[in-house]
C-alpha cells in the first residue's frame, strides 16, 4: 500500500514484538500457537522483563519457543517445565521464568508437575495451550481430547468407557490453594485475542508482584489435526471447545483482585 | 498495511476477520507453496488501519502502518 519513505510521517500499529525473533514460525498454516507466541512477545516487550524472562520450553508443539523468543530459553523434559521453572525462580528470585506447554505435555505426562507446583504455590507463570489433541506427533487423543471427537487413536469418537472423559485444568487447579490467578481465554475472535492478552499480562504481573502461581490456559485451533480449514477451526472451537470448557477466570485471589484494579487494562 | 507473502501461510484468518473485507487469496503462490493473502487493488484505500488482520494472523506476517496527517 501507499508509503511514505519518511518514517516519521507513519505511525507503526501493529508490528513483529521486540522481544520476538524474525524467523518465521515452523506451525502448521491457522495454528493458534502463533497467535498466542505473538501475545507472550507483546506482554513481555510491553512489561519490559525481556532481560530478564526466561522461556521453559516443553515438549510437543511448543517445543521450540525458545527459539521464537528473543529472551534466554531451556529446554525441559517432557512435562517437567514446572519444576524447571521452580528452580530458576528459586536460585534467582529476581527472573521472570514462564513455561509455555500444551495439553499433551501439561495434562498428561505432566499432571504431576503443574499439580504440585500449583500446591507448592510456586511464583511462576504457566501459559497452557489446549487444543484439545495430540498435535506434533499426529494428531492421537490427549486427556483434553472431547468425547466423541476423531483423533487417530480414537477413529469412531472418544467413548468414555474406554478412555475416560476430558480433564478440565483449569476447575482441577482452581482448587489448590496455592494458585494466584487461573484464567481460561481463546483465540478465536479478534475480541478473544484481546481478552487472551490481557490475561497472559495480569498472569506475568502477579509473578511480578510476588503474588504466587499463575496460569493461563488458551485454547486454541488445530485445523491439521481436527481436520478443519483454518477459518473453520475457529468456529469449531467455539461450537464444540467451549461448552466443554466455559471460558473465565477460575481463580483471583484478593491480591490480583487489587492488583488487576490498579493497573486497569493497561 | 504490509503483507510479508513470503512468510505468509495461506490459512486466510486476517481475509475472514478483515471488517472492511478488502483482502483475499493471491492467485500465485508463495516460495513455501502457499496462496498468500493479498489487498485487493480497488480497495487499497478503505483501510482503516485497525489491526484485526495482524491480530489474527499466527505467522505474525502483517504490518499495520498509519499514515500521520500533515500538521
Redesign the interface.
Known sequence: MARLNSKEAETILYQRPESMEARPFHFCPGCGHGIVFRLVGEVIDELKIRERAICVASIGCSVNSYEYFKCDGLESAHGRAPAVATAIKRCHPDLVPFTYQGDGDLAAIGTAEIVHACARGENITTIFVNNAIYGMTGGQMAPTTLLDMYSTSTTAGRKSALAGYPIRVCEMLSTLEGTAYIARVTVNSPAAVRKAKQAIKLAFRTQLANLGMSLVEVLSPCPTNWRVEPVKAMDWLAEHMLPQYPLGEYKVIEAVAALKKEVGNA | ??IDTE?C?????C???CPKEILRAADHINRMG?TPAE?EEKK?NE?T?C??C???????A???????K?K
Open positions: 498495511m504490509v512468510r501461510k495461506g490459512c486466510h484468518l481475509i475472514a476477520f502457499y489487498v487499497t483501510c488501519g489491526g484485526i495482524a491480530m489474527m494472523c499466527p505467522d505474525i502483517i504490518t499495520v502502518h498509519r499514515l500521520n500533515p
